[in-house]
Structure formats: structure tokens, C-alpha cells
């Protein structure tokens, strides 16, 4: 039965998907009973996801058993397989008794397996009549239930390399979209060198090349930035003694005259 499962699971499929599908498996070689899958938290809830049962019997998914009243139950069905011939003469099963009235469960067998970090799940195959079951149908649940917490920690695995996949193509797609805006941007920053570069190259043919002194200094002058060629050639003093001195081109003017223009 297990070769059966294996062979006709896809290594794509989800955990629930191969849940569900062993479930059917399992449904169809033992056609009387009802098998269900249920998963039982840290806070003893207990919900069926999965359920198939022959005409006669009813579906229990979705139904959510609170099992925090039978903490005794809950911690032997967590730790290794249950397996219960008659449910009314169990003590364990006292404080749950009516649940399994209510269901129609007469006898079960159930084995635990791992879900997630918070999560237990539960294979269970029972019957409404009291039986004692078999070695195989025992056996078979058990080893079902095996290769299930293989299947289903190789579907999560899957599904998180997927996730990282997706993760990983998401964020080159944001990097291309952001090295495309940076490309963009470095365009047009050049543009704007290079027009900036043309500009101050004909303002240095304009200063270099008229008759008059061009110069720019501070707001209150008394720092120099700039001056033309034409300087050291009209006024006979250098430009690097202005540079260290905004006033030095004073030096040129008759001290008689200075007064008229300070």
C-alpha cells in the first residue's frame, strides 16, 4: 500500500495535497472504515481537515474537538499510536466519551505524526462498531503514517524553496528595476556634465579673451573665487597674491588715490 501511495504521489504537490491523497489511498483498501486526518495544537484543539468514509457513515471535517478537558488523552495520543476496540470501555476516554457518541466512533486506531514546529498531526482510521483490529490494519496505519511525516516534511520543504525562489526573483527583479534607474540617472547625470562642462568652457573663452578684468568674489568680498588672465596683464600684480588677498589689487592705486575709491 505504502509503494502504492508513493507511486502515485507528484514531488509537487502540497503537504495537504498529499495528505489528502494518501488519505483516499488508504480509504480504498480499507473501504469500511472511516479515515480522517486531523491536526492538534499546543492548546489541545483538535480539528479534522480531511475525512473519507464509506455512504453509511458521515464526514467529520471540519469538526474542532476542545481535548484541554482530557489532558490524559491528549498527551497518549501525541506520544504513539492509540489503538481503542471499544471506546466505552476505556477510562482513558472518560471525559471525551460523548465526542465519540456524538461522531459515531465506536473504535479507532491513531497515530501521531509530526506536523509543524506548532502542530501535531493525527492519522486515524475508526469504526462505529466495537472490533478488535487486526495486526495488518494496524501495521499498515503505522507505516502510512510513517512515510505521511516524510511526504509532509519534504512538501514544506519544497514549498519554502519555492518561497526563497519567488523571494529571490522578486528582489533581482528590484534590483534590475533599480539599476535600470541608476543607469538612467547616471545618463543624465553626464548630460548634465557635459553641458555644465561646455558651459564653463565658454565662459572661460569669454573671461580669457575680453579686453576687461572679470572676477567673482564672496558676499562681502573678502574672499576672492574667481578672476581672468587679464588681471596679472592690466593691473601688473598676480593672481595668486589676490587669491590670498581680496584687497591686494588696492596695491596698485596711488595711496594718494585709494581714499576716493575705499
Known amino acids: 500500500l505504502v509503494s502504492d501511495i508513493a507511486r502515485g504521489q507528484s514531488a509537487e504537490v502540497s503537504a495537504f495535497e498529499s495528505i489528502k491523497s494518501t488519505i483516499g489511498y488508504v480509504q480504498e483498501k480499507f473501504p469500511d472504515y472511516r479515515i480522517s486526518y486531523s491536526v492538534l495544537n499546543k492548546d489541545y484543539q483538535d480539528k479534522v481537515l480531511i475525512s473519507l468514509q464509506p455512504e453509511t457513515m458521515s464526514s467529520l471535517e471540519g469538526t474542532e474537538i476542545d481535548l484541554s478537558f482530557a489532558p490524559l488523552y491528549a498527551t497518549s495520543l501525541l506520544a504513539r499510536i492509540l489503538i481503542v476496540d471499544d471506546v466505552l470501555e476505556n477510562g482513558l476516554l472518560d471525559p471525551v466519551v460523548d465526542v465519540f457518541k456524538a461522531t459515531a466512533v465506536r473504535s479507532f486506531i491513531k497515530v501521531p505524526l509530526h506536523h509543524?514546529?506548532?502542530?501535531?498531526?493525527?492519522?486515524?482510521?475508526?469504526?462505529?462498531e466495537p472490533r478488535s483490529w487486526t495486526g495488518n490494519e494496524m501495521a499498515s496505519l503505522l507505516r502510512i503514517g510513517k512515510y505521511l511525516?516524510?511526504?509532509?516534511?519534504?512538501?514544506?520543504?519544497?514549498?519554502?524553496?519555492?518561497?526563497?525562489?519567488?523571494?529571490?526573483k522578486q528582489t533581482e527583479k528590484s534590483f534590475a528595476k533599480k539599476k535600470s534607474k541608476l543607469e538612467e540617472k547616471?545618463?543624465?547625470l553626464n548630460q548634465q556634465t557635459i553641458l555644465l562642462e561646455e558651459r564653463e568652457e565658454r565662459l572661460r573663452q569669454i573671461t580669457e579673451n575680453i579686453g576687461e578684468v572679470f572676477w567673482l568674489a564672496s558676499a562681502d568680498l573678502q574672499k576672492m573665487l574667481y578672476v581672468s588672465p587679464k588681471y596679472e596683464e592690466l593691473w601688473g600684480r598676480s593672481s595668486e597674491a589676490l587669491f590670498e588677498?581680496?584687497?591686494?589689487?588696492?596695491?596698485?592705486?596711488?595711496?594718494?588715490?585709494?581714499?576716493?575709491i575705499e
Not at 116 to 128: A, R, T, V, Y
Open 116 to 128: 509543524s514546529k506548532e502542530l501535531k498531526g493525527i492519522l486515524c482510521m475508526d469504526s462505529p
Open 149 to 168: 511525516e516524510i511526504a509532509i516534511h519534504d512538501a514544506h520543504l519544497i514549498e519554502e524553496v519555492k518561497k526563497q525562489e519567488t523571494l529571490l
Open 186 to 188: 547616471n545618463i543624465e
Open 245 to 260: 588677498n581680496s584687497r591686494d589689487w588696492m596695491e596698485a592705486i596711488h595711496p594718494d588715490d585709494r581714499g576716493a
